[in-house]
Protein backbone atom coordinates (compact mmCIF):
# COMPACT_ATOMS: atom_id res chain seq x y z
CA UNK A 1 0.00 0.00 0.00
CA UNK A 2 1.10 3.48 -0.83
CA UNK A 3 1.97 6.04 1.80
CA UNK A 4 -1.40 8.26 0.57
CA UNK A 5 -3.92 5.42 1.03
CA UNK A 6 -2.66 4.74 3.84
CA UNK A 7 -3.04 8.42 5.19
CA UNK A 8 -6.60 8.30 4.03
CA UNK A 9 -7.41 5.11 5.26
CA UNK A 10 -6.49 6.82 8.72
CA UNK A 11 -8.15 9.79 8.19
CA UNK A 12 -11.42 7.66 7.63
CA UNK A 13 -11.16 6.09 10.53
CA UNK A 14 -10.08 9.19 12.54
CA UNK A 15 -13.19 10.43 10.99
CA UNK A 16 -15.56 7.61 11.59
CA UNK A 17 -14.29 7.47 15.59
CA UNK A 18 -15.45 11.34 15.63
CA UNK A 19 -18.21 10.36 14.32
CA UNK A 20 -18.85 7.40 16.56
CA UNK A 21 -17.91 9.87 19.60
CA UNK A 22 -20.29 12.57 18.29
CA UNK A 23 -22.89 10.41 18.40
CA UNK A 24 -22.19 8.93 22.39
CA UNK A 25 -22.51 12.48 23.54
CA UNK A 26 -25.35 12.94 21.67
CA UNK A 27 -26.74 9.85 22.93
CA UNK A 28 -25.80 10.88 26.81
CA UNK A 29 -27.13 13.80 26.04
CA UNK A 30 -30.66 12.72 25.19
CA UNK A 31 -30.37 10.12 28.08
CA UNK A 32 -29.90 13.19 30.55
CA UNK A 33 -32.65 15.14 29.40
CA UNK A 34 -34.88 12.46 29.57
CA UNK A 35 -33.62 11.96 33.41
CA UNK A 36 -34.53 15.68 34.11
CA UNK A 37 -38.44 15.17 32.68
CA UNK A 38 -38.83 11.50 34.13
CA UNK A 39 -37.79 13.34 37.54
CA UNK A 40 -40.20 16.55 36.91
CA UNK A 41 -42.88 14.01 36.14
CA UNK A 42 -42.39 12.10 39.91
CA UNK A 43 -42.56 15.28 41.27
CA UNK A 44 -45.49 16.22 39.09
CA UNK A 45 -47.39 13.13 40.27
CA UNK A 46 -47.17 13.89 44.20
CA UNK A 47 -47.72 17.44 43.18
CA UNK A 48 -51.29 16.91 42.00
CA UNK A 49 -51.67 14.36 44.91
CA UNK A 50 -51.42 16.68 47.17
CA UNK A 51 -53.17 19.48 44.91
CA UNK A 52 -56.25 16.78 45.31
CA UNK A 53 -56.22 16.70 49.15
CA UNK A 54 -56.19 20.26 50.19
CA UNK A 55 -59.91 20.92 49.61
CA UNK A 56 -60.72 18.31 51.44
CA UNK A 57 -58.87 19.27 55.05
CA UNK A 58 -60.21 22.77 54.15
CA UNK A 59 -63.47 21.42 54.39
CA UNK A 60 -62.90 19.51 57.89
CA UNK A 61 -61.34 22.28 59.08
CA UNK A 62 -64.34 24.64 58.84
CA UNK A 63 -66.02 22.56 60.47
CA UNK A 64 -64.59 23.35 63.59
CA UNK A 65 -62.41 26.36 62.89
CA UNK A 66 -64.85 29.18 62.09
CA UNK A 67 -62.82 32.14 62.30
CA UNK A 68 -60.14 31.26 60.68
CA UNK A 69 -60.59 31.83 57.29
CA UNK A 70 -58.25 34.24 56.75
CA UNK A 71 -55.86 30.64 57.68
CA UNK A 72 -57.88 28.89 54.94
CA UNK A 73 -58.23 31.16 52.42
CA UNK A 74 -53.83 31.32 52.47
CA UNK A 75 -54.05 27.71 52.01
CA UNK A 76 -56.45 27.42 49.09
CA UNK A 77 -54.76 30.49 47.31
CA UNK A 78 -51.33 29.47 47.58
CA UNK A 79 -52.98 25.85 45.90
CA UNK A 80 -54.23 28.00 43.07
CA UNK A 81 -50.60 29.40 42.54
CA UNK A 82 -49.31 26.03 42.22
CA UNK A 83 -51.38 24.59 40.25
CA UNK A 84 -50.75 27.56 37.94
CA UNK A 85 -47.35 27.01 38.02
CA UNK A 86 -47.59 23.68 37.63
CA UNK A 87 -49.61 24.35 34.00
CA UNK A 88 -47.18 26.82 32.96
CA UNK A 89 -44.17 24.71 34.03
CA UNK A 90 -42.85 27.90 35.71
CA UNK A 91 -40.27 26.59 38.33
CA UNK A 92 -39.92 30.01 39.64
CA UNK A 93 -43.24 30.98 40.34
CA UNK A 94 -43.40 27.10 41.18
CA UNK A 95 -40.83 27.54 44.12
CA UNK A 96 -42.68 30.70 45.58
CA UNK A 97 -46.02 29.41 45.55
CA UNK A 98 -44.74 26.27 46.87
CA UNK A 99 -42.59 28.40 49.93
CA UNK A 100 -46.35 30.02 50.43
CA UNK A 101 -48.38 26.92 50.24
CA UNK A 102 -46.07 25.33 53.41
CA UNK A 103 -46.13 28.51 55.13
CA UNK A 104 -50.14 27.97 55.02
CA UNK A 105 -50.19 24.74 56.03
CA UNK A 106 -47.57 24.76 58.68
CA UNK A 107 -49.60 28.23 60.00
CA UNK A 108 -53.09 26.25 59.17
CA UNK A 109 -51.59 22.68 61.38
CA UNK A 110 -50.36 25.28 63.73
CA UNK A 111 -53.80 26.94 64.57
CA UNK A 112 -55.53 23.07 64.36
CA UNK A 113 -53.41 22.79 67.40
CA UNK A 114 -56.03 25.12 69.16
CA UNK A 115 -58.85 23.33 68.21
CA UNK A 116 -59.06 20.02 70.19
CA UNK A 117 -62.17 18.74 68.72
CA UNK A 118 -60.41 19.17 65.02
CA UNK A 119 -57.13 17.52 66.57
CA UNK A 120 -59.15 14.50 67.37
CA UNK A 121 -61.40 14.65 64.05
CA UNK A 122 -59.91 10.82 62.06
CA UNK A 123 -60.79 12.46 58.88
CA UNK A 124 -58.55 15.31 59.62
CA UNK A 125 -55.54 13.57 61.22
CA UNK A 126 -55.42 10.97 58.19
CA UNK A 127 -55.38 14.06 55.84
CA UNK A 128 -53.00 15.68 58.35
CA UNK A 129 -50.61 12.75 58.03
CA UNK A 130 -50.99 12.23 54.02
CA UNK A 131 -50.30 15.80 53.31
CA UNK A 132 -47.14 15.67 55.68
CA UNK A 133 -45.82 12.11 54.02
CA UNK A 134 -47.02 14.03 50.34
CA UNK A 135 -44.33 16.83 51.47
CA UNK A 136 -41.75 14.59 52.67
CA UNK A 137 -42.10 12.67 49.22
CA UNK A 138 -42.17 15.95 47.25
CA UNK A 139 -38.79 17.35 49.09
CA UNK A 140 -36.93 13.72 48.42
CA UNK A 141 -37.92 13.80 44.48
CA UNK A 142 -37.09 17.69 44.12
CA UNK A 143 -33.58 16.70 45.90
CA UNK A 144 -33.68 13.69 42.68
CA UNK A 145 -34.88 16.37 40.45
CA UNK A 146 -31.85 18.82 40.79
CA UNK A 147 -29.40 16.17 40.61
CA UNK A 148 -30.38 15.17 37.38
CA UNK A 149 -30.86 18.82 36.47
CA UNK A 150 -27.06 19.56 37.48
CA UNK A 151 -26.02 16.53 35.89
CA UNK A 152 -27.50 18.03 32.44
CA UNK A 153 -26.20 21.54 32.83
CA UNK A 154 -22.72 20.04 33.92
CA UNK A 155 -22.55 18.41 30.43
CA UNK A 156 -24.21 20.73 28.40
CA UNK A 157 -21.73 23.09 29.37
CA UNK A 158 -18.26 21.74 29.15
CA UNK A 159 -16.21 20.78 26.42
CA UNK A 160 -16.85 18.99 23.70
CA UNK A 161 -20.20 18.19 24.97
CA UNK A 162 -21.01 21.91 24.31
CA UNK A 163 -20.11 21.26 20.86
CA UNK A 164 -23.35 18.93 20.07
CA UNK A 165 -25.50 20.28 22.77
CA UNK A 166 -24.99 23.58 21.05
CA UNK A 167 -25.87 22.18 17.57
CA UNK A 168 -29.14 20.12 18.20
CA UNK A 169 -30.73 22.65 21.17
CA UNK A 170 -29.76 21.25 24.13
CA UNK A 171 -30.13 23.62 26.95
CA UNK A 172 -29.68 24.10 30.80
CA UNK A 173 -32.68 23.40 33.06
CA UNK A 174 -33.97 25.95 35.94
CA UNK A 175 -33.49 24.14 39.59
CA UNK A 176 -36.55 23.30 41.31
CA UNK A 177 -36.04 25.70 44.74
CA UNK A 178 -38.41 26.74 47.33
CA UNK A 179 -37.71 29.79 49.64
CA UNK A 180 -36.51 28.27 53.42
CA UNK A 181 -37.74 30.33 56.19
CA UNK A 182 -35.44 31.44 58.19
CA UNK A 183 -35.71 29.71 61.77
CA UNK A 184 -34.72 31.04 64.99
CA UNK A 185 -32.24 29.02 66.93
CA UNK A 186 -34.09 28.04 70.07
CA UNK A 187 -33.01 28.17 73.70
CA UNK A 188 -33.09 25.22 75.28
CA UNK A 189 -32.30 26.41 78.30
CA UNK A 190 -35.08 28.67 78.80
CA UNK A 191 -36.89 25.53 77.73
CA UNK A 192 -36.07 23.37 80.51
CA UNK A 193 -35.80 26.04 83.00
CA UNK A 194 -37.89 25.91 86.21
Same mark, same amino acid.
Given at each position: ?126 ? $? $? ?46 ? $????? $? ?12
Amino acid at each position: METGGIFWALTGLLLVALIVYFIHIYNRLVSLKHGVSRSWSNIDVLLKQRHDELPKLVEVCKRYMGYEQETLERVMNARSRVAQARAGADLRALGQAETELRQGLGGLFAVAEAYPQLKADATFRHL $E $ERISALEESIADRREFYNESVNLNNVRVEQFPDVLVASRFGFAPFDLL $EFEER $ERADVDLGALFAG
